[in-house]
């Protein structure tokens, strides 16, 4: 746990930041009101520190040391042509453009979107769909989670996406979140909220990207909601810029016979932690967890997962792979929660970690915690090198020991890869993933 | 010039020495059997000849084409036409049959200094070659040898070496595991091959792949060196008294390898 003293000096150096935003343009009343709260309890909780258990492994000091501005006004300077690489080649997806934090109608494109779907900055939806607003807030637990209570003191913009009872969304809503060099030595709370109806389907795409190669801090947070028999599938590639740091949240809540299908892919950013994290409210429900991560020199990159079984007769599936090289340190921790009542849950966890130099390193923890009697529940977690006998065989058939072991590291992640279900995503991310280590 | 020109070879898996000079001169158009009992170093040769980085050697020479074969790189082997079928294929999941034959294919054709084909290009080579060692087009969308049966496992070998026309072709136990039937179509598919210009070394313990691919020539190996060679009825010879009158008479074995 926190020490009082590390908790005081965190609030000490965002207080004046708080009290500027506070003191302006700030939201309703009602948003002030929970910015407070959130301040308090950040002030209460401090940065974690290594004795906490969910942070046993990452130490946040890079991010805590460090003197962030509050990227308050706009202050980007990025043109349209400069997001084509971040956009997996797709030119008919809805996408809101954030550039430093902030919303820039100029280069988002929602307008084919059926004029059912909601979908608004949160700054508009404050005033225009308050109903939606509201529940910002009220999935997380940003009350013990110290980066969601900093996330919901200090956001500012983000996307509030509200999907109507039986809408199948079919093209993917993209929300692209862009910095550049005005960004340096800044740092951004997005704050997203995405609300599935009843039988619904959509698909969000949520990237963290940079134009340049900014030292800056993205402490993001995005609430879902799935309402019964609904599916929401959420893609998450966060490619930051190299010196960046990047926090983000995203926990989901599901009722009755919804699915949600999350993948994550982290490449970027110095050092990341990403969480995602869903609680099956409702009998029926399925949850597949994807991820993969790509890191090398002195990245540190750490996920955690957590699945809530708080009712019978779910299913969660989990398949997370990373690939590291350099002096990298990865870190994955899979919880699973299978309350009393959760019987005929069906969980199944994988990590496997491929490490491509005798310097990179991870640490795995997957963490099963189970109430009830009558459930199948397994993990695995694998960690290994290269095969030398297939590096063999592939030189034996010509293919030069470079190609041979992109090749090989490739395939590693081919698996995972292959469960995504938007193509142009697979293929972008197979592509990066065969020129990330050559 | 002989295609190959093996001298004196000395190879050790770890600390063992497992090649302890071993002579063998194969030319052009000629095929030849390695037979010999297990642990004799059968199969250490074979990866040697490819390059497997897992073995040392420690003396000797070999030359290949007239070249230099041990300064070789195991890809610059490949390149030159040297083909290892191996005696346990491996696994890969997550890469196709396809592309990893098509990537195998172009190398090859780098190599020579020519065009690389396109997957539509290299799908009618395919067609042509599958129906050579009778094989269902369905593998090549699969991952390499992932889930293949043992004789599904050799025939895909096959299947590479027919794509990529060797000029040395070395055959590691690769009737191992097969039934009648797929040793025939196995045996069949390295006879379709064969031509003036290139030649075949088969590793075997046992005589009846023999019976499809008629060797030239026929050499007993144990412990280390070759200890008699002869013709085509010499393997029969083996398969009627087995290796003991060789290995076990050790003054005999040592004027014979003399």
Known sequence: MTTPVAAASAAESYIGAFDELVNRDSGPESVRAQRRAAFDRFAALGFPTTRNEDWHFTSVSPIADEDFVLLSSRSGDVRRDELDPFRFGATDWHTMVFVNGRFEPTLSDVGALSPRVGIRDLRSAWTDDPDAAARVGTITDWENQSFTALNTAFMQDGAVVRIPKDEIVERPIHLLYVTDANAAKGMMHPRNLVLVGRNASATVIESYVSTSDAMYFTNAVTEVSIEAGATLRHYKIQREAHRAFHVGTTEARQARDSHFVSFSFASGADLSRTNVYTTLAGEGCGTTLNGLYLLDGEQHGDHQTQVIHAEPNCFSRELYKGILDGRSHGVFNGKVYVHPIAQKTDGKQTNNTLLLSATAHIDTKPQLEIFADDVKCTHGATVGQIDRTALFYLESRGINAAQARRLLTYAFAADVLETIEVAAVKDGLESMTLERFV | MSLLEIKGLRANVGEKEILKGLDLTVDAGEIHAVMGPNGSGKSTLAQVLAGNPAYEVTGGTVHYGGKDLLEMQPEERAQSGMFLAFQYPVEIPGVS??????????????????????????????????????????????????????????????????????????????????????????????????????????????????????????????????????????????????????????????????
């Open chain 2, 97 to 258: 049959n396809a592309y990893f034959l098509r990537a195998a294919y172009n190398e090859m054709r780098r190599a020579r200094g020519e065009e690389e084909v396109d997957p539509l290009e290299f799908a009618d080579l395919m067609e042509q070659k599958l129906a050579q060692v009778d094989m269902d087009p369905a593998m090549l969308q699969r991952s390499v040898n992932t889930g293949f049966s043992g004789g599904e496992k050799k025939r895909n070998e096959i299947l590479q070496m027919a794509v990529l026309e060797p000029r040395l072709a070395i055959l590691d136990e690769t009737d191992s595991g097969l039934d009648i039937d797929a040793l025939r179509i196995v045996a069949d598919g390295v006879n379709a091959l064969k031509r003036p210009d290139n030649a075949t070394i088969v590793v075997t313990h046992y005589q009846r792949l023999l019976n499809y691919i008629v060797p030239d020539f026929v050499h007993v190996l144990a412990n280390g060196r070759i200890l008699k060679s002869g013709g085509k009825e010499l393997a029969l010879e083996l398969e009627e008294r087995g290796y003991d009158w060789l290995t076990s008479a050790p003054a005999v074995a040592g004027a014979g390898a003399a």
